[in-house]
């Protein structure tokens, strides 16, 4: 199959390209930009007139829900849901059940993925057995398999000796451990932000230094064992800063904020409404407003989606019995256009947060468009205005603070390896 | 067809006195509905000298139109500052109509204790009766289709108006 | 995300649920004591029912259990002439598998006119006024730290009667804030009546943070914070929180923070006291002052009944 897209603004973080350009497709791979080769006949003409190419979406957490949670999302819908948000690289969180410790595991969800062709799925593996926090997996084994990094989810892990040995022997063998800074004795029973809202509206709270203290444990862990981190949905304006600390002062560091956090606060968390139930929780304005000029200023590499497709029993609960998370993957590419447009920063670097900045993290080669590399992209109207309706998201979870709201920017066709996974109607 | 003017309301308590006048006795208890039927009360107690004090009644909690129309913004205490069981009493109200209001008044009484005797006395009644309900004491009957209320200046001076209602 | 009408109110603007203090305004809340105050005159007379809901049908719907506040709002509900039907939801079928809202859904579908609400969850009554068909009432009776409004109203109502005037009063809450649905109505109960000086009183690990952010002065030495105040209003210890990380016993909440007639003699000479029931006397309240002159605490328990009646009688008509 040859492609050849036509009169789009072609945008490549990667290069910092920002400019009018054609690209030509041929066997799965990019063969050129702008001009077409000598003897290029496309099979397929894109007219992407008005529209922006660029490299397609990594998203580093989205949550598949499979094994175990089918009842929540399947590998199927959420698939269909990446693509149709324009994602064709993504990591998913060993958080399944049973959580992805095994290597059978692991195989099997890379074989699913796999035949249903579309975006690329890189697992993160159990950093323990069954996110207990008392055993170190067989990280090699896990890699072998597929992992491209080890993590905990959002499972407490609350023996600093077992963190210590873990970063020592993922250090040893160079595997990426992914951590989400959250203190489990600090966070204990809390469903919000300590602040403001929680003290109106009665419910029990995080502080921050719940991330800040496990923030400061990794780091000098990272620093003591040399160890590969990413740091995952740092949600404090402190926490933010901690991590531009060490990125000064040298340490390999690199670390993602999940998009509701770079839009929302604890302010809308309104009257208990349980879909801005959040993990982290949402914190301050002030917070936010430190994100996001975090992720300006390049401290935050990623931003993700944090997908949590979760059903509606488990979300219409009170609000401290609700599951936590929002389902996003669909959201990613209109979310992060409206924080690069009120932040007004140009396209090609905003766009960096969700393409060329997590593929650096992931240590794989998507996230740019050049000759010779897989042709994933993203073409998408970025003046077409929709309105977020669940019942019209591909993704099971219609589970969206965002529910109702008016957003820019949508996407036309995802392409993964050169085959059209979306296309919008 | 055109209305005739409204009775002066001061001439019908001076009528209305008089036709009470004889028909109580020193411990008849009057009570009076808010809130115009309490003006009244007040006026009848001084000039007929009785020794128990009025009462008043607000019917808002036994009206039959609480599902249309809900509470009422503002519902005056009922205040009756002497027993019921067993006394002579007389519903005092502005104007009769439905009869309605002295349903509801006194289904409420009887909550109070059982009187040996309930009259009634209205300064108007208007007609349009939907109970089978009549009053003893009358200033005067209007035409009906007139919809009127009692009013007070700040002399205490009552007078009658046409209403809206 | 962005709601911004107040899911209490009718398109009116009057009041369809009473779900907290919070953002109502002053006029409904004297509308709700003012008339309370002709259902105090009902209550002392020989026949305490007035036909007013006649055939309405009220559920108690108690998912965490209080013989105490279901039996008020069950007075309440019967002076009115409703029919009152009490269901306590064992928390343990509640695990089983049924959702509060399936429970809702279940009884709404009997018929049902009104909810009265308790659960352990803060926000529970939102969740489930916010399900229910428009011609349904939901009263929260207590929902976690949350709030308990009626309980906030008796307490107003209380304070009006015995002090007249909000607009001149020095009011200190005294205990354990942080986990206070009561205190939580009662502040916002106070500052929106215009009670211009609000005193919260305990020490930091029963404080939430930024409590003075809902216009409460903070105090942690109740010989400071009792001085020159008009009300006193304590609240009530649990029991889980007298032993452990809150507090290490209730011998030593009570020599700071109990409520003692040497305490209260730094209050105003008639400063009156309250508690929202039950009280653990030698915790938070001496026996000599829970009984003594200044103490309301019995005529609370009278005006509940009564800001109930006015709250199920003003939600049905709206």
């Keep these: ?22 690209v030509y497709i041929a066997a799965g791979k990019i063969v050129a930009l702008g001009n077409a080769p000598s003897g290029f006949t496309a099979n397929r003409t894109i007219d992407a007139s008005g529209l922006i190419v660029c490299p397609g979406l990594v998203d580093l957490a989205v949550r598949l829900r499979e094994p175990g949670f089918e009842y929540m999302a399947t590998l199927e819908s959420e698939m269909q849901a990446a693509a149709a948000g324009g994602v ?18 692991v195989e099997m969800l890379k074989f699913r993925a796999r035949n249903l062709n579309q975006a690329h799925v890189y697992p993160v593996g159990a950093l323990t057995v069954g996110l207990k926090g008392t055993h170190l997996t067989e990280m090699a084994e896990l890699t072998d398999a597929g992992c491209v990094a080890f993590s905990h989810a959002d499972a407490p892990l609350t023996d600093t000796q077992l963190l210590l040995r873990a970063m020592q022997y993922a250090a040893t063998f160079d595997f990426a451990v992914w951590l989400r800074p959250q203190d489990a004795g600090l966070a204990r029973g809390g469903v919000a932000h300590d602040g403001q809202v929680a003290t109106r509206l009665g419910l029990a709270a995080i502080p921050v230094c719940a991330e800040t203290i496990a923030l400061s444990t990794i780091l000098l862990l990272a620093r003591e064992t040399g160890a590969r981190i990413h740091l995952c949905r740092v949600s404090s304006a402190e926490g933010v800063d901690m991590v531009r600390q060490a990125k000064a002062r ?12 770079a839009h929302l606060s604890e302010m809308d968390i309104g009257y208990f409404d349980p879909n801005c139930n959040l993990t982290p929780p949402l914190r301050s304005q002030r917070d936010r407003d430190a994100l996001r000029a975090a992720l300006g200023d390049g401290t935050v590499d990623a931003l993700c989606s944090d997908h949590t497709p979760v059903d509606e029993d488990a979300k219409q609960l009170p609000f401290g019995e609700a599951e936590t998370g929002a389902t996003g993957v669909e959201l990613l590419l209109p979310l992060t256009l409206k924080w690069i447009e009120e932040a007004k920063l140009p396209l090609a670097q905003g766009l960096a947060r969700i393409t060329s900045g997590p593929a650096r993290v992931l240590g794989v080669s998507a996230g740019r468009l050049q000759p010779g590399v897989g042709a994933d992209l993203c073409i998408f109207d970025p003046a077409r205005y929709w309105k977020v309706e669940p019942a019209a998201l591909k993704s099971q979870g219609k589970n969206t603070p965002f529910t109702g709201v008016e957003i820019k920017g949508k996407v036309s066709y995802t392409l993964v390896d050169g085959q059209i996974v979306y296309e919008s109607a | 067809m055109t209305a005739r003017p409204l009775p002066d309301a001061e001439q019908l308590v001076a009528a209305l006195i008089e036709k009470m006048r004889g028909n109580v006795a020193p411990d008849t208890g009057l009570i009076g509905i808010v809130t115009g039927g309490a003006w009244l009360a007040e006026r009848l107690h001084t000039a007929l000298k009785l020794d128990v004090p009025f009462g008043t009644l607000d019917v808002s909690f036994y009206r039959d139109d609480f599902q249309h129309k809900g509470l009422k913004r503002k519902v005056a205490p009922s205040d009756i500052p002497f027993e019921v069981e067993g ?27 059982r009187p040996s005797r309930i009259r009634l006395a209205s300064l108007v009644d208007r007609g349009g009766r939907e109970l089978p309900i009549a009053a003893q004491f009358v200033g005067a009957t209007i035409e009906a289709g007139q919809s009127v209320e009692l009013k007070r200046d700040a002399q205490g001076r009552l007078s009658l108006a046409l209403s809206t209602d | 995300m962005f709601l911004t009408s107040n899911p209490q109110l009718n398109k009116n603007g009057e009041l369809h649920h009473l779900l907290s203090i919070e953002g109502l305004p002053g006029e409904i809340l004297r509308q709700i004591l003012d008339t309370a105050e002709s259902f105090v005159g009902v209550t002392r007379r020989e026949v305490k029912k007035v036909p007013l809901l006649r055939g309405k049908a009220i559920f108690n719907l108690f998912f965490e259990p209080s013989t105490r506040t279901r039996t008020t709002f069950e007075i309440a509900a019967k002076r009115l002439s409703a029919d009152v039907i009490n269901l306590a939801i064992n928390v343990s079928s509640q695990s089983k598998g049924e959702s509060v809202l399936d429970t809702v859904a279940n009884l709404a579908a009997m018929q049902a006119d009104m909810f009265i609400v308790r659960h352990s969850q803060s926000g529970a009554p939102h969740l489930i006024a916010r399900h229910v068909s428009e011609d349904i009432h939901v009263v929260n009776a207590g929902d976690g730290r949350h709030a308990h409004p009626t309980q906030g109203l008796l307490d107003m109502f209380t304070i009006r009667h015995y002090k007249q005037d909000f607009r001149q009063l020095k009011v200190a809450i005294v205990g354990d804030i942080l986990h206070s649905r009561v205190a939580r109505s009662q502040i916002h109960a106070l500052t929106t009546l215009g009670v211009p000086e609000v005193r919260v009183i305990g020490p930091k690990t029963l404080l ?3 409590v003075d952010n809902m216009g409460v002065h903070v105090y942690h030495d109740m010989a400071k914070g009792l001085k020159d105040v008009d009300v006193v209003m304590m609240l009530r210890l649990q029991n889980e929180r007298m032993h452990g990380s809150f507090l290490p016993s209730p011998q030593e909440f009570f020599k700071f923070y109990g409520l003692t007639a040497e305490k209260l003699a730094l209050a105003k000479p008639d400063a009156i006291v309250l508690h929202p029931g039950p009280m653990n006397r030698g915790v938070e309240i001496d026996s000599t002052v829970a009984d ?20 199920m009688s003003i939600l049905a008509g709206n």
């Design chain 1, 1 to 22: 199959m040859k492609i050849h897209i036509k009169n789009g603004r072609l945008i490549d973080p990667a290069t910092g390209t920002d400019a009018k350009r054609d």
């Design chain 1, 88 to 105: 064709t690289s993504l990591a998913c969180p060993p958080d399944t059940d049973p959580p992805l410790d095994e290597p059978g595991l």
């Design chain 1, 250 to 261: 040298g340490l390999k560091v690199s670390c993602d904020v999940a998009i509701h956090h």
């Design chain 2, 87 to 113: 006394r002579d009493l007389i519903l005092v109200d502005d104007v009769l109509y439905t009869g309605r209001t002295i349903r509801a008044a006194m289904n409420e009484l009887f909550d109070y204790g």
């Design chain 3, 208 to 210: 939430p943070t930024n």
């Design chain 3, 292 to 311: 003594g002159s200044q103490s309301v605490i019995l005529p609370q328990v009278t005006f509940g009944i009564a800001i109930r009646m006015a709250v």
